[in-house]
């Protein structure tokens, strides 16, 4: 790694920041983008520290090659993530879990109003809502969508990785509001085997991703603005998620 991960925390909150290897000596602001679940796509718990995962070799490797231009990652630790990464309530899947909270527009307001006063503060980071985006996996991918129809004027640059749009509801959220186009740029994907041997609506991952696609193609986003992409055995897992979070990066923030 060339680059440093350093642990900050607002709170009981922990977050594990990504600088990029020009940073001591850069330019005056770098992009931005915030992580979910604690930033795993990009970094790993060992004992009491964090260690790169192998996703940031190829973060750097597109740095170096100017695929991607040097930026900052914030990932942010989750309290209670079935709560924090739902939009509202809703009834769990199965019996064994608990309701989903639907404290979605909390958490987001938390990351607005707190988190990123915090990191423009104290880091050189570029405002502009064009170089900051917010992107996660799973329910973290729900939620970073959600951020695009309440923050449009923060976040320009939408990513959700295997995002969980089966969520009860979402996709008639989406039919129903209107969506901030200006500076937009949005990343959907999927692994071509998600859901199989499910027995709930999970089963229908790669049908409610394209739908949620359509939706978005539907509302006047064109082909610069939107992309979808399905991973051929793609699995619901962290190392699917993983590989495919530098090209998500690239594509949200190619110059």
């Not at 600088?19 to 979910?36: K, N, Q, W």
Request: aromatic share 12%; proline share 4%; charged share 25%.
């Amino acid at each position: 790694m060339k680059g440093t991960i350093i642990t900050d925390h607002i709170g009981e909150r922990e977050l594990a920041i990504y600088l990029p290897p020009s940073y001591p000596d850069g330019a005056a602001s770098f992009p931005v983008v915030y992580v979910h679940d604690g930033g795993d796509l990009f970094a790993e718990q060992a004992d009491s520290s964090l260690r790169p995962a192998a996703s940031l070799q190829e973060i750097e490797r597109k740095f170096a090659s100017g695929e991607l231009a040097e930026l900052i990652m914030v990932g942010i630790a989750p309290v209670d993530r079935i709560h924090e990464y739902t939009p509202w309530f809703a009834k769990a899947l199965s019996e064994r879990f608990a309701d989903f909270g639907g404290r979605g527009a909390e958490y987001l307001a938390f990351i607005v109003e707190q988190v990123k006063p915090h990191i423009d503060s104290r880091y050189k980071t570029n405002r502009r809502p064009d170089q900051t985006g917010i992107i996660g996996k799973s329910l973290g991918g729900l939620i970073s969508l959600y951020a695009a129809y309440l923050y449009p004027g923060v976040f320009g640059k939408i990513g959700s990785i295997s995002g969980s749009f089966w969520y009860e509801g979402f996709a008639d959220y989406m039919r129903e509001q209107k969506m901030a186009q200006t500076g937009l740029r949005l990343y959907l994907d999927v692994g071509s085997l998600e859901g199989e041997g499910k027995q709930t609506v999970q089963r229908e991952m790669v049908a409610r991703t394209k739908e949620a696609y359509a939706i978005l193609a539907a509302s006047g986003l064109n082909g610069k603005q939107l992309r979808l992409h399905v991973e051929e055995g793609g699995r619901h897992e962290l190392s699917c998620f993983r590989s495919r979070f530098p090209q998500a990066l690239s594509w949200l923030f190619q110059k």
